[in-house]
């Protein structure tokens, strides 16, 4: 457990954790000069059998409640002192607060300097404390008088701290693994070390981290877990990390900067939050008010956009927090916002999306998105999320936000009955509900489609997905027409789709006509194959009559028209594809000249420049200068065709020649 002191200046919080431990946290020269607490301090006690209970001491003077911000982040339980003599002072109204805005629900008040006032005066504060704590949640929190000079009633902190501690529910051990750094120096003969609370899973020896928002790769050398030498350390911990990798130093690193399990690395400086604004602020919050945020360990500047309405005092409302710099954050993280002087909390709040949109951030959908993110528990989050817009879950970067290992969100997604539809790049998941309403939209898309084109082979598959409700990413789309057509319900030719039971065939005459010109369009000269003038003078043959067949065969996916009345076969086009892709492989950078190419195919350098013109125009491949490089994603436009699925209904065009 990690027990977060707070309190006025020269109310005895220092004094008190060093009755507690035996350990002066006042560490620094001018700490002892100046008789105050100015950074943080540690120390760390045994109350419990097998337990190490850690303090944090923060400071108590107004100029330093920014140090006191970074040392509470993660403490488990509120030690808040008020001294029996002066009673509440500024300070304890605000560090109070800050733990209420923070969700701290556990904790004591101490009563110090009780040997210093008498019973009517104990009485007294007591009961004003107790009027302070009633709307926080530590209403129920105990007020215990004490005395670090008699020592009246430490024995009795002590005992309750015990049972605070056998009463601390371990935290997120499972999830990943996320440290917020408060203390980087350099120890002789060991190099870096950080300190810092683990705010969620574990790390052992030998793990791989990254220092973030700087991104810096580092391996954990060894870890002091609550004071002491491990093999590892777990959430709820303080722990002391020897980190060694490139560029890891005490300049390097800083506090508020995190150390985390390497898939957690993407620092955010748009998020979407829910701001609690202190009913003690003179006005609403509105349109871009400046501030400084807290979050962890960390501080930065933010202006704050409200997403509904002006954030009124003591009333709560979502906004984007537009930061000066990226943070390392985690979905549900706590935060506090202080004004541009450090004079006064404002507010705080929880941070509901890392990746909050610029546009469009204030739409019926985006509030229903933000209305679905609130939800804590991560299977109750999914299952808001796939019931609303866009009603597709990229489960990868909501694993990654909340800061979830693989086996919670494979909790998520078997508590949340989530259907995946693609697993690479990225794994989409979309409702039962959505995704049979998805395969029915297609079906209907498709159905309307060939009702209305009936000599057509079928849908271009990217017209489809611009159609269909909800837009999926074009590879998952993919593979989710890939997963119909396993079904039966589909059949993916190329870059066409149509429902099995459409087919569109040439007529007989036209078929043997066809026949005439295949042999000249593949083989050998597959990649130099006759114009529709070269075929009619060849084969004696009407040139109107070429060109007819040859569009038909077209529209079914067997030719493609490169340029005006230059026919290639599919397979052809196909070939073609896959030599850009092996020219491109081998490029420098993955940029390649027409000539290239021109001398895989054995062709001049007018027809490759027409082909590679015609493949610029599908997307297949992408023009800068006088160099051309490949799109990924366009690949498999010209791949051979899937196998006709199911009984195929033959649709026949009128018979060649017919006007």
Partial sequence: MIVGMAGHIDHGKTALVQALTGVDTDRLKEEKARGITIDLGFAYARFAAERVTGFVDVPGHERFVHTMLAGVGGIDYALLVVAADDGIMPQTLEHLAILDLLGVRRGVVALTKADLTDAARREAVTREIRVMLAPTGLADAPILPVSTITGEALDSLKDLLAQAEAETVARRAGGRFRLAVDRCFTLS????????????????????????????????????????????????????????????????????????????????????????????????????????????????????????????????????????????????????????????????????????????????????????????????????????????????????????????????????????????????????????????????????????????????????????????????????????????????????????????????AEERFYALLVPHLEGEGRFRPPRVRDFAETLDLAEREVREVLKLAARLGRVDEIRHDHFFSRKATAEMVEIIAEVAGVAEHGAFPAGHFRDRVNNGRKVAIEILEFFDRQGVTIRRGDLRRVNPHRLDLYREPAPDAGEAKRTTRPRWGRS
């Avoid at 609370?197 to 990254?210: E, F, K, M, N």
């Avoid at 609130?374 to 909340?402: G, I, K, N, Q």
């Avoid at 998520?412 to 009955?417: K, L, P, V």
């Avoid at 082979?457 to 909800?470: A, D, K, S, Y």
């Fill in 189 to 508: 003969g060991a190099g870096t070390v950080v300190t810092g609370t683990v705010l969620s899973g574990s790390v052992a020896v030998g793990d791989r981290v990254t220092v973030s928002p700087a991104g810096l790769a580092a391996r954990v050398r060894s870890i002091h877990a609550q004071n002491r030498q491990a093999a590892h350390g777990s959430a709820g911990e303080r722990c002391a990390l020897n980190l060694a990798g490139e560029g890891i130093s005490k300049e390097a690193i800083v506090r508020g900067d995190l150390v985390v399990d390497d898939l957690l690395h993407a620092p955010a400086e748009r998020i979407d939050a829910e701001l609690f604004v202190l009913a003690g602020e003179p006005k609403p919050i509105g349109e871009w008010f400046p501030a400084r945020l807290h979050h962890g360990s960390t501080e930065a500047g933010v202006r704050i956009v409200p997403l509904e309405a002006p954030v009124h005092p003591g009333g709560t409302a979502k906004v984007q927090l537009v930061l000066d710099r990226p943070i390392a954050a985690a979905v549900g993280d706590r935060f506090i916002l202080r004004d541009v002087s450090a004079r006064r909390t404002i507010g705080g709040g929880r941070l509901l999306d890392l990746r909050a949109p610029l546009r469009k951030r204030r739409s019926p959908e985006r509030l229903a998105f933000l209305n679905a993110a609130s939800r804590a528990d991560p299977a109750e989050a999914l299952s808001a999320h796939l019931a609303a817009p866009p009603f597709l879950v990229d489960l990868d970067a909501f694993a990654r936000d909340r800061a979830l290992s693989e086996e919670e969100l494979r909790a998520a997604i078997d508590a949340a009955s989530a259907e995946i539809v693609a697993s690479t790049p990225r794994r989409l998941a979309l409702s039962p509900v959505q995704r049979r309403a998805l395969s029915e939209e297609i079906e209907r898309i498709l159905a309307a489609f060939h009702a209305g084109n009936a000599d057509l082979q079928g849908i271009g598959r990217e017209r489809l997905r611009l159609l269909v409700t909800p837009r999926l990413p074009a590879p998952a789309f993919l593979a989710a027409l890939r997963a119909e057509q396993a079904e039966g319900k589909l059949v993916l030719e190329g870059a066409f789709v149509r429902l099995p039971g459409h087919v569109v065939r040439l007529s007989e």
